[in-house]
């Protein structure tokens, strides 16, 4: 492996053995009216489920994957998302994440290198409790996204991420009630919710390192 991309596989694995900014950082990116319930405790009958933040270089840049959720689906869809899914017993975090990995876009499972964990999150609108599992691959991955889970593929570059760019609100109206929800917004595509909560932790994280994400790999 190139001298680069082990610094990097590194670099980020040792920081996730450290403690995390956790809710201090995800809440900068929770929806009006949600107060504080993504913090937990969850409830005794909640649901436990996996997401994995793949980083990879492509480019000449590090990035993560993200996906669009098609419309037809019957919860949070069009929303944008880590590949992830329901835990299945006995399943790990991890193992969970590199299947609907593997089944959401097609890349194999010996491909990827797990780093580590984000904070969990709760996600109180579907009843999950959400490991963020982080890993990492060398190669750009040739995607092959399940038309029955993913919309659309979205590649964000970690050089966005630890800068902060991009950032905004927007209104949502849902039962009755109107709220304001803050978002990344890329690609066309406005990053909110869990997802943006998510990547506000990992975007301290990337930050804290001072490593050269934006940096050309050559």
């Not at 919309?151 to 050089?159: C, K, N, Q, T």
């Amino acid at each position: 492996m190139d001298s680069w991309k082990a610094s990097f596989a590194s670099v980020l694995a040792n920081r996730l053995t450290q403690p995390l900014p956790g809710w201090r950082a995800q809440r900068t990116f929770a929806p009006e009216l949600s107060y504080g319930r993504h913090a937990g405790p969850p409830p005794a009958r909640h649901r436990s489920a996996s997401v994995l933040a793949l980083c990879y270089p492509q480019h000449e840049q590090w990035h993560v994957v993200l996906t669009l959720r098609p419309a037809s689906l019957p919860i949070h869809a069009g929303q944008v998302c880590f590949p992830g899914g329901e835990i299945e017993c006995p399943e790990t975090p991890e193992h969970c994440a590199l299947r609907e990995l593997n089944e959401e876009l097609g890349v194999a499972t010996s491909e990827v290198q797990i780093l580590g964990e984000l904070s969990r999150i709760y996600i109180y609108a579907s009843h999950f409790l959400v490991t963020p599992v982080v890993g990492f691959t060398p190669h750009t991955p040739e995607f092959r996204a399940d038309p029955r889970e993913v919309a659309e593929v979205i590649p964000l570059p970690l050089a966005l991420l630890a800068r902060g760019a991009h950032h905004g609100e927007h209104w949502i109206d849902r039962r009755g009630l109107r709220f304001r929800a803050p978002h990344i917004e890329y690609a066309g595509r406005r990053i909110w919710g869990a997802t943006s909560m998510i990547l506000a932790e990992f975007a301290e994280v990337l930050r804290e390192l001072r490593f050269p994400f934006g940096a050309t790999l050559t």
